[in-house]
Protein backbone atom coordinates (compact mmCIF):
# COMPACT_ATOMS: atom_id res chain seq x y z
CA UNK A 1 0.00 0.00 0.00
CA UNK A 2 1.33 3.45 -1.35
CA UNK A 3 0.49 6.73 0.87
CA UNK A 4 1.17 10.23 -0.50
CA UNK A 5 0.53 13.15 1.97
CA UNK A 6 0.38 17.03 0.00
CA UNK A 7 1.13 19.58 2.37
CA UNK A 8 2.18 23.41 2.14
CA UNK A 9 -0.80 24.81 0.47
CA UNK A 10 -2.46 28.26 1.56
CA UNK A 11 -3.78 31.40 0.47
CA UNK A 12 -1.36 34.06 -0.97
CA UNK A 13 -1.30 37.13 -3.36
CA UNK A 14 -0.70 36.95 -7.30
CA UNK A 15 2.80 37.51 -7.82
CA UNK A 16 3.69 35.45 -4.32
CA UNK A 17 5.10 32.08 -4.19
CA UNK A 18 4.02 28.68 -2.14
CA UNK A 19 6.29 25.74 -1.66
CA UNK A 20 4.50 22.30 -1.72
CA UNK A 21 5.63 18.97 -0.30
CA UNK A 22 4.26 15.48 -1.12
CA UNK A 23 5.78 12.59 1.31
CA UNK A 24 5.59 9.44 0.54
CA UNK A 25 5.58 5.75 2.40
CA UNK A 26 5.01 2.15 1.30
CA UNK A 27 7.13 1.48 -1.41
CA UNK A 28 10.76 2.51 -2.57
CA UNK A 29 10.18 5.66 -3.41
CA UNK A 30 13.54 5.97 -5.41
CA UNK A 31 12.27 3.64 -8.01
CA UNK A 32 9.43 5.06 -8.78
CA UNK A 33 8.08 8.25 -10.91
CA UNK A 34 6.22 10.89 -9.34
CA UNK A 35 3.95 14.33 -10.64
CA UNK A 36 1.90 17.13 -9.80
CA UNK A 37 -1.56 17.51 -11.23
CA UNK A 38 -4.11 20.09 -10.19
CA UNK A 39 -7.92 20.75 -10.12
CA UNK A 40 -9.82 23.86 -10.06
CA UNK A 41 -13.69 23.88 -9.54
CA UNK A 42 -15.82 22.91 -12.56
CA UNK A 43 -12.65 21.70 -14.65
CA UNK A 44 -10.45 18.11 -15.16
CA UNK A 45 -7.29 17.32 -13.47
CA UNK A 46 -4.31 18.72 -15.45
CA UNK A 47 -0.74 17.97 -15.38
CA UNK A 48 1.49 20.26 -13.79
CA UNK A 49 5.16 19.15 -13.13
CA UNK A 50 6.42 15.18 -13.61
CA UNK A 51 10.25 13.72 -12.72
CA UNK A 52 11.71 10.95 -13.26
CA UNK A 53 12.86 8.26 -10.07
CA UNK A 54 16.38 9.67 -9.99
CA UNK A 55 15.06 13.00 -10.05
CA UNK A 56 17.29 13.34 -13.56
CA UNK A 57 14.33 14.00 -15.86
CA UNK A 58 11.56 16.90 -15.24
CA UNK A 59 8.58 17.49 -17.58
CA UNK A 60 6.40 20.97 -16.91
CA UNK A 61 3.07 21.94 -18.75
CA UNK A 62 3.44 25.16 -20.06
CA UNK A 63 1.35 27.70 -17.99
CA UNK A 64 4.05 26.82 -15.60
CA UNK A 65 7.30 26.90 -16.83
CA UNK A 66 10.04 29.23 -15.71
CA UNK A 67 7.79 29.71 -12.69
CA UNK A 68 6.97 26.76 -10.60
CA UNK A 69 9.81 23.84 -10.15
CA UNK A 70 9.73 20.34 -9.48
CA UNK A 71 12.63 18.39 -7.32
CA UNK A 72 13.04 15.25 -4.88
CA UNK A 73 14.67 13.76 -2.35
CA UNK A 74 15.05 10.29 -2.44
CA UNK A 75 16.75 10.03 1.03
CA UNK A 76 14.04 11.78 2.57
CA UNK A 77 11.23 10.02 0.23
CA UNK A 78 9.91 13.40 -0.10
CA UNK A 79 8.47 15.59 -3.19
CA UNK A 80 8.20 19.39 -4.02
CA UNK A 81 6.76 21.98 -5.86
CA UNK A 82 8.27 25.49 -5.48
CA UNK A 83 5.62 28.10 -7.30
CA UNK A 84 6.77 31.07 -7.69
CA UNK A 85 5.05 34.00 -9.70
CA UNK A 86 1.57 32.83 -8.95
CA UNK A 87 -1.21 33.78 -10.85
CA UNK A 88 -5.05 33.58 -10.10
CA UNK A 89 -5.17 30.51 -12.63
CA UNK A 90 -3.29 28.50 -10.62
CA UNK A 91 -5.96 28.27 -7.67
CA UNK A 92 -6.89 24.69 -7.18
CA UNK A 93 -6.19 21.58 -5.63
CA UNK A 94 -3.13 20.29 -6.02
CA UNK A 95 -2.27 16.14 -5.94
CA UNK A 96 0.90 14.18 -5.84
CA UNK A 97 0.56 11.12 -7.89
CA UNK A 98 3.12 8.14 -8.62
CA UNK A 99 3.74 5.75 -10.97
CA UNK A 100 5.01 1.54 -10.44
CA UNK A 101 7.56 2.84 -13.06
CA UNK A 102 10.84 5.18 -13.36
CA UNK A 103 10.40 7.38 -16.31
CA UNK A 104 8.25 9.95 -15.78
CA UNK A 105 4.77 11.05 -17.00
CA UNK A 106 2.26 13.82 -18.13
CA UNK A 107 -1.19 11.96 -18.58
CA UNK A 108 -3.30 11.31 -15.53
CA UNK A 109 -3.80 7.83 -16.55
CA UNK A 110 -0.36 7.13 -16.51
CA UNK A 111 -0.63 7.20 -12.78
CA UNK A 112 -1.36 4.51 -10.25
CA UNK A 113 -1.73 6.48 -6.99
CA UNK A 114 -2.78 9.91 -5.44
CA UNK A 115 -2.82 12.07 -2.66
CA UNK A 116 -5.91 13.75 -1.41
CA UNK A 117 -4.39 16.87 -2.05
CA UNK A 118 -3.65 20.23 -0.93
CA UNK A 119 -5.67 23.71 -1.72
CA UNK A 120 -4.08 26.52 -3.21
CA UNK A 121 -5.62 29.58 -3.58
CA UNK A 122 -4.20 32.84 -5.16
CA UNK A 123 -5.83 36.30 -4.67
CA UNK A 124 -5.92 39.03 -7.37
Known amino acids: QVQLVESGGGLVQAGGSLRLSCAASGRTFSSTAMGWFRQAPGKEREFVAGISASGTFTYYADSVKGRFTISRDNAKNTMALQMNSLKPEDTGVYLC?????????????????WGQGTQVTVSS
Open 97 to 113: GGRFVRNGATLERDYDY
